[in-house]
């Protein structure tokens, strides 16, 4: 059965205090790994799309990187406006979404 | 570029009546769209797979005769939530599909049956 698994479920950082969210995935023929962000009361943001292990992508503080197993969202210096949850997806060729559950970030100041 | 709209942003109606969401794909055609459900501090539940011009999909457990989907056009899905009732209360999202597998979503639509 085709499953997303991230950790840790919250996480809370000081401003400028790096760190890594981590997504484990199975699935049967991966057709893309995704990243979003999501605030509050709003739906969930375009980051990411990563196709094949060794794959990197980054925005601002945001790199992304991809083995075969795992996906880790890694935040530079965050700064209070990385505060969000960060959702990890993975596309089977169905063009379903399979999501985990959510990283929940507190960045403080 | 890939903005998704969804009206209204939030509804609050009376229990047995119907209330219907627009979703709208503004700077590209998107053959299919999709709708989720979310509630607070869970991730999104998949209700259904609109194809343009076609019968939507919906997963296992979801009422397609209470949650009707139509998408008439390429930019134009819209959920119609019916004789709805409180546990009908939720965040309600669409996304629209891009061509690399990525799906672009709507800021969401609050519903709130009294």
């Known amino acids: 059965e085709d499953q997303v698994t991230q950790s840790p479920e919250a996480l809370r950082l000081q401003e400028g205090e790096s760190s890594s969210l981590n997504c484990s995935y199975t699935?049967?023929?991966?057709?893309?790994l995704f990243w979003y962000r999501q605030d509050p009361g709003k739906g969930p943001e375009f980051l990411f799309t990563l196709y094949s292990a060794g794959e990197e992508k980054e925005k601002e503080r945001l790199k992304a990187t991809l083995t075969k197993k795992e996906s880790f969202l890694h935040i530079t210096a965050p700064k209070p406006e990385d505060s969000a949850t960060y959702l990890c997806a993975v596309s089977n060729g169905y063009n379903k979404l399979i999501f985990g559950a959510g990283t929940r970030l507190a960045v403080h100041p | 570029g890939a903005v998704v709209s969804q009206h209204p942003s939030w509804v609050i109606c009376k229990s047995g009546t119907s209330v219907k969401i627009e979703c709208r794909s503004l700077d590209f055609q998107a053959t299919t769209m999709f709708w989720y459900r979310q509630f607070p501090k869970q991730s999104l539940m998949l209700m259904a797979t609109s194809n343009e011009g076609s019968k939507a999909t919906y997963e296992q457990g979801v009422e397609k005769d209470k949650f009707l989907i139509n998408h008439a056009s390429l930019t134009l899905s819209t959920l119609t939530v019916t004789s709805a009732h409180p546990e009908d209360s939720s965040f309600y999202i669409c996304?629209?599909?891009?061509?690399?597998?990525?799906?672009?979503f709507g800021p969401g639509t609050r519903l709130t049956v009294l």
């Open positions: 699935v049967s023929g991966l057709r893309g």
């Open positions: 996304s629209a599909l891009g061509q690399y597998n990525e799906q672009f």
